[in-house]
């Protein structure tokens, strides 16, 4: 997907200079700069991961499967964590969450926890190429 995951060598830096790194690359240790109003609050302020905000979205939206979300759940949980009067950080969460829903659903529509977490642990490049490059082989 020709993503670049640092978890912070330092060698790349998303927030110096005017403009953001063209090649989108995922700095860990920069984390709670991109965070938002409207998030699922699974990083806290200091970008640390709280795993029991990560569970919660499990527990409040995964109706049909207990490890997946559908799209519609998906959908759910992004009007559940909307804030009012916070229309650029509703349309970030939105644009993120359906970007990654479109690439990383399974065969049967739905988004695997483990996939999900791979979102907030840098790891979902990886399981994606792995997802996508075992599909080509058939």
Do not use: C
Request: positive net charge.
């Amino acid at each position: 997907l020709g993503k670049e995951v640092v978890i912070d060598d330092g060698s790349l830096d998303a927030t110096q200079g005017k403009f953001p790194s063209l090649l989108l690359p995922i700095e860990v240790k920069n984390i709670q700069l991109g965070k938002h109003g409207s998030d699922t609050g699974v990083y806290d302020k200091e970008g640390r991961f709280v795993p029991t905000k990560f569970e919660e979205i499990f527990i409040k939206h995964a109706h049909t499967h207990p490890n997946a979300l559908t799209y519609d759940e998906l959908k759910e949980m992004l009007n559940a964590n909307r804030e009012p009067k916070d229309l650029k950080g509703r349309i970030g969460a939105f644009v993120e969450w359906n970007l990654f829903y479109k690439l990383a659903k399974d065969k049967n529509g739905l988004l695997e926890k483990e996939t999900i977490r791979g979102i907030y642990d840098g790891s979902v490049f990886e399981i994606l190429k792995k997802k996508h490059s075992s599909g080509k082989k058939k």
